[in-house]
Every structure is written in structure tokens, then in C-alpha cells.
């Protein structure tokens, strides 16, 4: 059940597809949930996906544009695109209130584009994507959550034993504070945290600025039970 806030943003979401989809149609608005999933979009990703699932609800290849142009995303660099997150959730909700295997088939078919990806996108990039993908795919859902907390603590350790490298690594975690938030709904109950890494993603799930008010607290926690764990 969402909370207040979680409410309205799904409600602010819900008005930004109601306007694109009156303006453009239901098969505009197919593609947008389609387009729901990956964290960044690109011409040709949403060409991919548009290929891929609606060829025959949506012939034309304008749609592409006209998605990415809309007030549903923001170029975040050359030709690279960020879906509103509020629309983004909205439209994901919806997705997974009318069962899983639309969702799983779009994670599937990102999986596999990965490695196209690869040529267009950074190393961390392609990450955040395999991750996008991972959290709504049961057989793969495990594996992410390992990852990401296999990330967490190689930060945390990094910012404890080297104080030039906090920034750096207050920095990544704030990175994956906003990611871990993103993969929230996908990541419960999240049985693979304990500790300082539970209490990390406790606040993640809140909010960013929460979580680095922990970071912290979590930093000296954590070398506190690699201290207990070690005696």
C-alpha cells in the first residue's frame, strides 16, 4: 500500500500519461509502458521495443519520437533519455496490476539487448540497465540483489578505510540510494540485507536524502561488525 507521498507522485504520474494519451492515443500509451522499464532510452532502444511489441498497434516509427519528445521524458545527453519517474511508476503499476508477463517479456527482451548496449553505454550504465531488467525477472531478481549489496559494502569499506575516498564513495552511494528506490517495489522483502546494508536499504526505500543522512552512522556500523565478526 503506498504512503502518502508514494500517492501523489503515483497520482502527478498518472496525470502526466492521462495528458500524453490523450493527446497521441491508447497505442502511444502502450509504447510508453513498454518504455517503462530500461532507465535510460535512446532512439534506438524505443525503435527496438516498438519493433519488438506493437509493430502491428503502431506501424509508424514517429511514435518513437514523438514519446521522447513528450513531457514523459528528458534528454539527459545526446540523444539519451530519462522517463519521468513519476510516469515511469505509474506506468509500471499498471503493468504488473494486469500480471507479470508483459513486464517479464519486456525485462527479457532488455536482457538481450544488453549486449548491443554495450557499444552505446558506459560499463556502469550497462549495469544499471542489466539491474532494471534483473529485478522483474524471478530467475534473475536474486542475482541483482546480490550485486547491489555486494556494491554497497565495497563502498561502505572504501569510505571507511580511506577518508579521501569518502567522497567518492558518498557519491556512489547516492547513486545507488536512487537505484535501490527505483527497484524498491521489485526488491521486497528484501531477505538478503541484515545489518547496516538492512537499514541502508530502509532508507533508500524512503528517500535519497534519508539514506545519506545514514551513510555515516552506516559506515562505523559496518566496521563495527567486520570488527565483532573478526574477534
Known amino acids: 500500500m503506498p504512503n502518502g507521498a508514494q500517492q501523489r507522485d503515483l497520482e502527478r504520474g498518472e496525470m502526466l500519461v492521462a495528458e500524453f494519451t490523450d493527446r497521441f492515443g491508447d497505442a502511444h500509451r502502450a509504447l510508453a509502458e513498454h518504455a517503462a522499464l530500461p532507465l535510460v532510452l535512446t532512439p534506438e532502444l524505443v525503435n527496438y521495443l516498438h519493433g519488438e511489441f506493437l509493430r502491428r ?36 503499476a499498471r503493468m504488473q496490476e494486469r500480471g507479470d508477463d508483459a513486464v517479464q517479456a519486456v525485462a527479457s527482451k532488455l536482457l538481450g539487448y544488453v549486449g548491443y548496449l554495450a557499444r552505446a553505454y558506459e560499463r556502469q550504465e550497462l549495469k544499471n540497465q542489466q539491474w532494471a531488467a534483473m529485478v522483474y525477472l524471478d530467475e534473475a531478481r536474486d542475482a541483482a540483489v546480490e550485486e547491489l549489496v555486494e556494491r554497497i559494502n565495497h563502498c561502505l569499506l572504501a569510505g571507511e578505510s580511506a577518508g579521501s575516498a569518502i567522497t567518492t564513495s558518498r557519491s556512489e552511494l547516492t547513486r545507488l540510494a536512487r537505484l535501490v528506490e527505483e527497484f524498491a517495489p521489485q526488491l521486497q522483502p528484501p531477505l538478503r540485507f541484515a ?25 562505523s556500523l559496518f566496521s563495527s561488525s567486520l570488527g565483532s565478526g573478526a574477534a
Open 195 to 219: 545489518g547496516p546494508q538492512q537499514q541502508l536499504y530502509r532508507c533508500a526505500c524512503g528517500g535519497c536524502a534519508g539514506f545519506l543522512a545514514l551513510v555515516p552512522c552506516a559506515l
Open 57 to 92: 498497434e503502431l506501424p509508424h516509427y514517429e511514435a518513437t519520437a514523438d514519446l521522447l519528445l513528450s513531457e514523459l521524458c528528458r534528454e539527459i545527453s545526446y540523444e539519451q533519455y530519462a522517463m519521468d519517474r513519476d510516469a515511469r511508476a505509474y506506468l509500471l
